[in-house]
């Protein structure tokens, strides 16, 4: 899943350490996230979505293979 939190977070001027405290997460969660080393729980998601104030679908991008197209 690839995701545009790091763009979005600097639109905001946000810190990863401030997001992560605003989230309570630690800061090393946010980078993670921001490097695509990390997806997020859905709670997670919904949180971050809600603090920027945009749908899930804008920060976070769901790509599907070939495995799932029945789905």
Known sequence: MKNKLE????????????LAGKLDVTRQSISSLEHGRYNPSILL???????????????FIY???SENENF
């Open 63 to 65: 790509e599907e293979d």
């Open 7 to 18: 763009e979005i977070r600097k639109q905001h001027s946000i810190t990863q350490e401030e």
């Open 45 to 59: 998601a919904f949180k971050i979505a809600k603090l920027f104030k945009v749908s899930i679908e804008e920060i």
